[in-house]
Protein backbone atom coordinates (compact mmCIF):
# COMPACT_ATOMS: atom_id res chain seq x y z
CA UNK A 1 0.00 0.00 0.00
CA UNK A 2 2.55 2.88 -0.98
CA UNK A 3 -0.22 5.10 -1.99
CA UNK A 4 0.22 8.70 -0.82
CA UNK A 5 -2.22 9.71 1.21
CA UNK A 6 -3.66 13.10 0.40
CA UNK A 7 -2.46 16.09 2.79
CA UNK A 8 -3.54 19.89 2.53
CA UNK A 9 -1.48 22.17 1.35
CA UNK A 10 -2.62 24.98 3.66
CA UNK A 11 -2.50 22.50 6.58
CA UNK A 12 1.28 22.88 6.05
CA UNK A 13 1.55 26.71 5.82
CA UNK A 14 -0.83 27.27 8.62
CA UNK A 15 1.54 24.77 10.66
CA UNK A 16 4.40 26.17 9.48
CA UNK A 17 3.60 29.78 11.03
CA UNK A 18 2.76 28.41 14.17
CA UNK A 19 6.18 27.67 14.10
CA UNK A 20 7.41 30.59 12.93
CA UNK A 21 5.62 32.66 15.22
CA UNK A 22 6.70 30.04 18.32
CA UNK A 23 10.43 30.99 17.12
CA UNK A 24 9.81 34.26 17.22
CA UNK A 25 8.47 34.68 20.55
CA UNK A 26 10.81 32.80 22.17
CA UNK A 27 8.90 30.00 22.95
CA UNK A 28 9.49 26.67 21.14
CA UNK A 29 7.42 23.60 21.46
CA UNK A 30 8.16 21.61 24.08
CA UNK A 31 6.66 18.50 25.48
CA UNK A 32 4.06 19.02 27.97
CA UNK A 33 4.87 20.12 31.13
CA UNK A 34 2.35 17.97 32.50
CA UNK A 35 4.39 14.54 31.40
CA UNK A 36 7.63 15.93 32.00
CA UNK A 37 7.00 16.94 35.53
CA UNK A 38 5.42 13.36 35.86
CA UNK A 39 8.49 11.66 34.32
CA UNK A 40 6.61 10.54 31.74
CA UNK A 41 7.93 9.68 28.06
CA UNK A 42 5.14 11.16 25.46
CA UNK A 43 4.84 8.92 22.85
CA UNK A 44 3.10 9.29 19.25
CA UNK A 45 2.34 6.06 17.56
CA UNK A 46 1.12 6.74 13.48
CA UNK A 47 -0.86 3.51 13.76
CA UNK A 48 -2.65 1.86 16.68
CA UNK A 49 -0.74 -1.32 16.66
CA UNK A 50 2.01 0.22 17.58
CA UNK A 51 1.05 2.44 20.13
CA UNK A 52 -0.54 -0.35 21.87
CA UNK A 53 3.00 -2.24 21.94
CA UNK A 54 4.57 1.00 23.02
CA UNK A 55 1.77 1.28 26.03
CA UNK A 56 2.27 -2.68 26.78
CA UNK A 57 5.96 -1.63 27.06
CA UNK A 58 6.51 1.55 28.92
CA UNK A 59 3.40 1.04 31.49
CA UNK A 60 2.93 3.77 33.48
CA UNK A 61 5.81 5.39 31.99
CA UNK A 62 4.52 6.73 29.04
CA UNK A 63 1.28 8.54 27.48
CA UNK A 64 0.75 7.16 24.56
CA UNK A 65 -1.41 8.79 21.45
CA UNK A 66 -2.42 6.35 18.38
CA UNK A 67 -3.53 8.77 15.54
CA UNK A 68 -4.86 6.04 13.07
CA UNK A 69 -7.70 3.81 15.50
CA UNK A 70 -10.27 3.24 12.97
CA UNK A 71 -10.73 0.29 11.74
CA UNK A 72 -14.05 1.44 9.49
CA UNK A 73 -11.39 4.09 8.11
CA UNK A 74 -9.38 3.00 5.06
CA UNK A 75 -5.95 4.21 6.37
CA UNK A 76 -5.29 5.66 2.79
CA UNK A 77 -7.64 7.72 2.51
CA UNK A 78 -6.36 9.18 5.75
CA UNK A 79 -5.84 13.13 6.34
CA UNK A 80 -4.32 14.69 9.05
CA UNK A 81 -4.93 16.91 11.64
CA UNK A 82 -3.73 20.26 13.61
CA UNK A 83 -4.42 18.08 16.28
CA UNK A 84 -2.17 15.15 15.50
CA UNK A 85 0.64 17.73 14.62
CA UNK A 86 0.17 18.87 18.13
CA UNK A 87 0.83 15.75 19.62
CA UNK A 88 3.55 15.04 17.24
CA UNK A 89 5.20 18.34 18.02
CA UNK A 90 5.16 17.19 21.90
CA UNK A 91 6.35 13.94 21.41
CA UNK A 92 9.62 12.37 22.50
CA UNK A 93 9.38 9.17 20.90
CA UNK A 94 7.72 8.60 17.63
CA UNK A 95 6.84 5.52 15.80
CA UNK A 96 5.79 4.94 12.26
CA UNK A 97 5.74 2.12 9.49
CA UNK A 98 7.09 3.71 6.72
CA UNK A 99 7.56 2.54 3.54
CA UNK A 100 5.07 4.82 1.76
CA UNK A 101 2.17 3.67 4.07
CA UNK A 102 2.00 6.54 6.78
CA UNK A 103 3.94 9.72 4.55
CA UNK A 104 1.71 12.26 6.02
CA UNK A 105 3.31 11.47 9.16
CA UNK A 106 6.63 12.37 7.25
CA UNK A 107 5.28 15.82 6.87
CA UNK A 108 4.31 16.22 10.78
CA UNK A 109 7.87 15.28 11.49
CA UNK A 110 9.06 17.89 8.94
CA UNK A 111 6.69 20.40 10.35
CA UNK A 112 8.11 20.44 14.19
CA UNK A 113 11.99 19.56 13.54
CA UNK A 114 13.55 18.43 16.70
CA UNK A 115 16.80 16.64 16.93
CA UNK A 116 15.55 15.59 20.10
CA UNK A 117 13.08 13.08 19.49
CA UNK A 118 13.42 9.81 18.71
CA UNK A 119 11.50 8.57 15.33
CA UNK A 120 11.27 5.06 14.72
CA UNK A 121 10.14 3.19 11.58
CA UNK A 122 9.66 0.10 11.11
CA UNK A 123 10.74 -0.23 7.55
CA UNK A 124 14.24 0.23 8.91
CA UNK A 125 13.75 -1.77 12.07
CA UNK A 126 12.41 -5.52 10.64
CA UNK A 127 13.80 -8.48 9.45
CA UNK A 128 11.41 -9.43 7.37
CA UNK A 129 9.99 -7.52 4.21
CA UNK A 130 8.30 -9.16 1.78
CA UNK A 131 8.37 -7.39 -1.92
CA UNK A 132 6.23 -4.92 -2.14
CA UNK A 133 4.28 -4.79 0.81
CA UNK A 134 4.59 -2.77 4.06
CA UNK A 135 2.13 -4.74 6.10
CA UNK A 136 5.35 -5.73 8.55
CA UNK A 137 2.85 -5.61 11.53
CA UNK A 138 1.33 -8.73 10.40
CA UNK A 139 4.58 -10.41 10.70
CA UNK A 140 5.40 -11.67 14.14
CA UNK A 141 9.23 -12.02 14.05
CA UNK A 142 8.31 -8.13 12.74
CA UNK A 143 6.92 -7.39 15.70
CA UNK A 144 9.59 -8.86 18.38
CA UNK A 145 11.78 -6.31 15.99
CA UNK A 146 9.79 -3.47 16.86
CA UNK A 147 9.11 -4.24 20.24
CA UNK A 148 12.86 -4.60 21.02
CA UNK A 149 13.62 -1.37 19.20
CA UNK A 150 10.72 0.26 21.61
CA UNK A 151 11.94 -1.13 24.53
CA UNK A 152 15.18 0.42 23.62
CA UNK A 153 13.95 4.23 23.12
CA UNK A 154 12.49 4.08 25.82
CA UNK A 155 15.34 2.95 28.18
CA UNK A 156 17.44 5.58 26.21
CA UNK A 157 14.72 7.94 27.22
CA UNK A 158 14.63 7.32 30.72
CA UNK A 159 17.39 4.54 31.90
CA UNK A 160 16.05 5.28 35.80
CA UNK A 161 13.64 2.60 34.57
CA UNK A 162 15.38 0.16 32.76
CA UNK A 163 14.75 -3.00 34.66
CA UNK A 164 10.69 -2.46 34.37
CA UNK A 165 11.20 -1.67 30.66
CA UNK A 166 12.80 -4.99 29.81
CA UNK A 167 10.56 -6.95 32.11
CA UNK A 168 7.72 -5.74 30.23
CA UNK A 169 9.66 -6.55 26.89
CA UNK A 170 9.96 -10.31 28.32
CA UNK A 171 6.42 -10.31 29.19
CA UNK A 172 5.44 -9.21 25.77
CA UNK A 173 7.32 -11.29 23.96
CA UNK A 174 6.03 -14.44 25.89
CA UNK A 175 2.72 -13.48 25.18
CA UNK A 176 3.21 -13.45 21.62
CA UNK A 177 3.48 -17.04 21.67
CA UNK A 178 -0.46 -18.17 21.49
CA UNK A 179 -0.46 -16.59 18.18
CA UNK A 180 2.75 -18.50 16.69
CA UNK A 181 1.18 -21.63 18.45
CA UNK A 182 -2.27 -21.02 16.46
CA UNK A 183 -0.06 -20.31 13.53
CA UNK A 184 1.53 -23.59 13.45
CA UNK A 185 -1.62 -25.39 14.50
CA UNK A 186 -3.24 -24.31 11.43
CA UNK A 187 0.01 -25.39 9.52
CA UNK A 188 -0.13 -28.47 10.43
CA UNK A 189 -3.90 -29.24 9.44
CA UNK A 190 -4.05 -26.88 5.99
CA UNK A 191 -0.63 -26.62 4.68
CA UNK A 192 -0.89 -26.54 1.22
CA UNK A 193 -5.12 -25.67 1.02
CA UNK A 194 -5.42 -22.82 -1.55
CA UNK A 195 -6.80 -19.71 -0.46
CA UNK A 196 -7.74 -16.27 -2.12
CA UNK A 197 -6.56 -12.93 -0.97
CA UNK A 198 -8.26 -9.63 -1.77
CA UNK A 199 -5.03 -8.22 -1.20
CA UNK A 200 -1.47 -8.11 0.09
CA UNK A 201 -1.81 -7.65 3.74
CA UNK A 202 -1.99 -11.24 5.14
CA UNK A 203 0.37 -12.75 2.79
CA UNK A 204 2.99 -12.21 6.18
CA UNK A 205 1.17 -15.12 7.89
CA UNK A 206 -0.15 -17.19 4.99
CA UNK A 207 3.19 -17.89 3.95
CA UNK A 208 4.66 -18.86 7.25
CA UNK A 209 1.41 -20.86 7.80
CA UNK A 210 1.22 -22.44 4.17
CA UNK A 211 -1.10 -21.68 2.29
CA UNK A 212 -1.30 -21.82 -1.40
CA UNK A 213 -2.53 -18.16 -2.23
CA UNK A 214 -4.04 -18.34 -5.74
CA UNK A 215 -5.58 -15.08 -6.36
CA UNK A 216 -3.04 -13.47 -8.86
CA UNK A 217 -0.11 -11.11 -6.93
CA UNK A 218 -0.85 -8.11 -9.27
CA UNK A 219 -4.56 -8.33 -8.12
CA UNK A 220 -4.04 -8.23 -4.53
CA UNK A 221 -0.79 -5.26 -5.02
CA UNK A 222 -3.29 -3.23 -7.22
CA UNK A 223 -6.43 -3.47 -4.79
CA UNK A 224 -3.33 -2.73 -1.94
CA UNK A 225 -2.17 0.46 -3.67
CA UNK A 226 -5.26 1.85 -4.86
CA UNK A 227 -5.31 0.86 -7.84
CA UNK A 228 -7.56 -1.10 -10.57
CA UNK A 229 -6.18 -5.13 -10.70
CA UNK A 230 -5.28 -5.41 -14.22
CA UNK A 231 -8.79 -7.07 -16.39
CA UNK A 232 -7.07 -10.55 -16.55
CA UNK A 233 -6.07 -11.19 -12.53
CA UNK A 234 -10.15 -10.16 -11.87
CA UNK A 235 -11.08 -12.34 -14.10
CA UNK A 236 -8.76 -15.29 -12.95
CA UNK A 237 -9.65 -14.24 -9.27
CA UNK A 238 -13.49 -14.84 -10.17
CA UNK A 239 -12.88 -17.93 -11.76
CA UNK A 240 -11.05 -19.42 -8.60
CA UNK A 241 -14.35 -18.86 -6.48
CA UNK A 242 -16.80 -19.70 -9.36
CA UNK A 243 -14.75 -23.38 -9.63
CA UNK A 244 -14.11 -23.56 -5.75
CA UNK A 245 -10.37 -23.58 -6.17
CA UNK A 246 -10.31 -21.77 -3.01
CA UNK A 247 -11.23 -23.06 0.06
CA UNK A 248 -11.83 -19.42 2.06
CA UNK A 249 -11.29 -15.98 0.74
CA UNK A 250 -9.64 -13.45 3.03
CA UNK A 251 -10.94 -10.57 3.06
CA UNK A 252 -9.44 -6.71 3.98
CA UNK A 253 -12.19 -5.30 5.43
CA UNK A 254 -10.24 -1.67 5.35
CA UNK A 255 -9.20 -1.41 1.91
CA UNK A 256 -13.07 -1.80 0.12
CA UNK A 257 -13.36 -1.36 -4.06
CA UNK A 258 -16.33 -2.37 -5.94
CA UNK A 259 -14.33 -5.26 -7.65
CA UNK A 260 -13.46 -6.84 -4.00
CA UNK A 261 -17.15 -6.43 -3.04
CA UNK A 262 -18.04 -8.40 -6.06
CA UNK A 263 -16.25 -11.39 -5.37
CA UNK A 264 -17.00 -11.01 -1.76
CA UNK A 265 -20.63 -11.15 -2.59
CA UNK A 266 -19.62 -14.17 -4.97
CA UNK A 267 -18.34 -15.96 -2.30
CA UNK A 268 -21.21 -15.95 -0.35
CA UNK A 269 -23.05 -16.75 -3.07
CA UNK A 270 -20.70 -19.97 -3.09
CA UNK A 271 -20.97 -20.70 0.02
CA UNK A 272 -16.94 -19.93 0.01
CA UNK A 273 -16.34 -18.75 4.17
CA UNK A 274 -14.83 -15.03 4.28
CA UNK A 275 -12.35 -14.31 6.83
CA UNK A 276 -12.45 -10.65 7.06
CA UNK A 277 -9.77 -9.04 8.66
CA UNK A 278 -8.17 -5.34 9.34
CA UNK A 279 -5.28 -2.79 9.01
CA UNK A 280 -5.84 -1.25 11.79
CA UNK A 281 -6.47 -2.72 15.59
CA UNK A 282 -9.86 -2.72 16.66
CA UNK A 283 -11.02 -0.55 19.65
CA UNK A 284 -11.22 -2.84 23.02
CA UNK A 285 -8.23 -5.17 21.70
CA UNK A 286 -4.70 -5.84 22.53
CA UNK A 287 -2.23 -6.70 19.50
CA UNK A 288 -2.51 -10.04 20.67
CA UNK A 289 -5.76 -10.46 20.65
CA UNK A 290 -6.37 -9.01 17.81
CA UNK A 291 -4.25 -11.25 15.62
CA UNK A 292 -5.30 -14.50 17.64
CA UNK A 293 -9.15 -13.48 17.14
CA UNK A 294 -8.28 -13.28 13.47
CA UNK A 295 -6.36 -16.66 13.27
CA UNK A 296 -9.41 -18.29 15.41
CA UNK A 297 -12.06 -17.14 12.50
CA UNK A 298 -9.61 -18.87 10.08
CA UNK A 299 -9.64 -21.56 11.53
CA UNK A 300 -13.06 -22.38 11.77
CA UNK A 301 -13.47 -21.00 8.29
CA UNK A 302 -10.88 -23.55 7.26
CA UNK A 303 -12.61 -26.78 9.03
CA UNK A 304 -11.98 -25.90 12.56
Known amino acids: MNRTTTFCVSFVLILSMFFALSA ?10 TAAAAGVISVVAAENFYGDIAKQLGGSH ?6 LSDPNIDPHEYE ?7 AVTHAQLVIQNG ?6 MDKLLAASPNPQRTVLVAATIVINKLPDNPHYWYGIDNIQSMAKAITDALVKLNGADKAGFEANLTTFLQSLAPIQQKMDSIKGKYIGTPVGLTETIFLYQSAPMGLQVLTPFNFE ?5 GNDPPADSVVTANDQLTNHKIKVLIYNEQTVTPITTNLQNLAKQLNIPIVPVTETMPVGKTFQQ ?7 VLLQALGG
Not at 99 to 104: I, M, Q, S
Open 24 to 33: CSGEAPSVSS
Open 99 to 104: DGYDTW
Open 62 to 67: VSVTSI
Open 290 to 296: WMLDQLN
Open 80 to 86: SSVQNAL
Open 221 to 225: KAIAE
